[in-house]
């Protein structure tokens, strides 16, 4: 299992990950490698659900580009203004719909605060699905927009993440494909930055005893 944390954790390809297990008299392929990958990153996410903490009022939103079949899809990412993973969400469109459906799944977690403000880009999806959201009284009415660049500095540094990991796949075949490693490489970096520590003071690092405390095997 620890070729499936050093994949979703490091910018490393697969065929470089085949070659490491080699050097170490493990013959394991490329190819397991990512089906493994595709098995537990979806179960590290879920597992690590309960334990991560609760996150601020003051959301960061933004999106970012992945490859899926040669065309761009679009990857929304929200965390609070410590840095810590709010919610995630690969979506075909960058539409007012999407964004709604994001938020959405933002709030349906309940270790998510209702959003005292929301700092999104210029994107005008935004302001449009936050109003729809407050007709429906998903949102509270007194929650405060922003569409202003530089407080969502946060959100983009953090995109930096994954993006040098998806980058090594060159593209994925399928959405659903995208889906699973990514849920495993966010997992991953919630753990990194001491998102799973909860009642304890926040520290980085020690993905691997995390790790194997979730999935209950040696890692």
């Avoid at 005292?116 to 210029?122: F, G």
């Avoid at 005008?124 to 949102?139: F, M, N, Q, S, W």
């Avoid at 007194?142 to 569409?147: H, T, V």
Wanted: overall charge positive.
């Amino acid at each position: 299992m620890w070729c499936v944390r050093w994949y979703l954790r490091y910018p490393i390809s697969l065929t470089q990950m085949g070659e490491m297990t080699g050097e170490r008299g493990l013959a394991i392929s490329p190819s397991c490698v990512w089906r493994c990958v595709q098995t537990y990153g979806p179960e590290l996410d879920k597992r690590c659900r309960p334990h991560l903490k609760p996150t601020n009022r003051s959301w960061r939103v933004d999106e970012t580009y992945i490859k899926v079949k040669g065309q761009e899809r679009f990857l929304y990412r929200a965390v609070d203004s410590t840095g810590q993973t709010i919610a995630f969400l690969l979506t075909a469109k960058r539409d007012t719909a999407a964004a709604k459906r994001f938020f959405q799944r933002g709030l349906a977690n309940p270790g998510n605060s209702i959003p005292r403000v929301i700092n999104v880009d210029q994107n005008r999806a935004y302001p449009a699905a936050v109003e729809e959201l407050k007709k429906d009284g998903t949102i509270r009415r007194r929650c405060k927009l922003r569409q202003c660049k530089y407080l969502n500095n946060v959100v983009e540094q953090d995109h930096r993440n994954v993006k040098r990991r998806t980058w090594l796949a060159q593209g994925y075949g399928s959405v659903p494909t995208a889906w699973r490693t990514l849920r495993g490489i966010e997992a991953m970096d919630m753990i990194r930055k001491g998102e799973g520590e909860k009642g304890r003071q926040r520290r980085r690092g020690r993905p691997g005893e995390i790790h194997r405390k979730l999935l209950g095997i040696a890692a």
